[in-house]
T-cell receptor, first 120, second 109 residues
Framework: EQLVESGGGVVQSGTSLRLSCRTS????????FHWVRQAPGKGLVWLAT????????FYATAAKGRFRISRDDSTSTLSLQMSGLRPDDSGVYYC??????????????WGQGTMVSVFS | SYVLTQPPSVSVAPGQTATITCGGN??????VHWHQQKPGQAPVVVVY???DRPSGIPERFSGSNSGSAATLTISGVEAGDEADYYC????????????FGGGTKLTVL
């Protein structure tokens, strides 16, 4: 079992980007998922969480209104749609698997990360 | 929002015991998880729910949560334990947010 992120890249400020995180069906269905960002040389920062059934979504202040977390159980894919990107959104974006229920953690698995670089 | 506070760095000689603290308001009421991140790698959970260890994590790694702080203890430190360590909780209630501490760089002398 592993989580595989994709969709990162180098983009201009103000544009949009969609990150994806895929895993096997058995490792996806019934679990909550999280997105975590790490700016270069900095610590881990939580961005967003989606519940196991997709009904509950939670966002950090830095992500509210610009980022949207979603899941597609039919393809075992987690997504993060990011818009209005700024240079301080640059960093490695990790997806992480949590647990069903409340709280939606601990994180039981991390992806390898995908890099996003935003230039002005 | 909820804040977790960690010391920026801890240094220990090989074979000794490293202790990394994580402070937060009434943290004893939360489940604390610890993540290890080696340079250029993704994080890995080493302790979850205060005291539990995932399979494959050595018994040298242990956690506790009482009083005013949660603690990650690494006994018999090895050179390969050199990494950044992050504590993490889920803060529920009205906020519903994931929270990471600022991270502690463990240096093995």
């Amino acid at each position: 079992e592993q989580l595989v992120e994709s969709g990162g890249g180098v983009v201009q400020s103000g544009t949009s980007l969609r990150l994806s995180c895929r895993t096997s069906d058995s490792a996806f269905y019934g679990y909550a998922f999280h997105w975590v960002r790490q700016a270069p040389g900095k610590g881990l920062v939580w961005l967003a969480t989606i519940s196991d059934d997709g009904d509950a979504k939670f966002y950090a202040t830095a992500a509210k209104g610009r980022f949207r977390i979603s899941r597609d159980d039919s393809t075992s894919t987690l997504s993060l749609q990011m818009s209005g990107l700024r240079p301080d959104d640059s960093g490695v974006y990790y997806c992480a698997r949590g647990l069903a229920g409340d709280p939606p953690d601990p994180y039981t698995m991390w992806g390898q990360g995908t890099m996003v670089s935003v230039f002005s | 929002s909820y804040v977790l506070t960690q010391p920026p760095s801890v240094s220990v000689a090989p074979g000794q015991t490293a202790t990394i603290t994580c402070g937060g308001n009434n943290i004893v009421a939360k489940s604390v998880h610890w993540h290890q991140q080696k340079p250029g790698q993704a994080p890995v959970v080493v302790v979850y729910n205060d005291i539990d260890r995932p399979s494959g994590i050595p018994e040298r790694f242990s956690g506790s949560n009482s009083g005013s702080a949660a603690t990650l203890t690494i006994s018999g430190v090895e050179a390969g334990d050199e990494a950044d360590y992050y504590c993490q909780v889920w803060h529920g209630g009205a906020d519903h947010e994931g929270v990471f501490g600022g991270g502690t760089k463990l240096t093995v002398l």
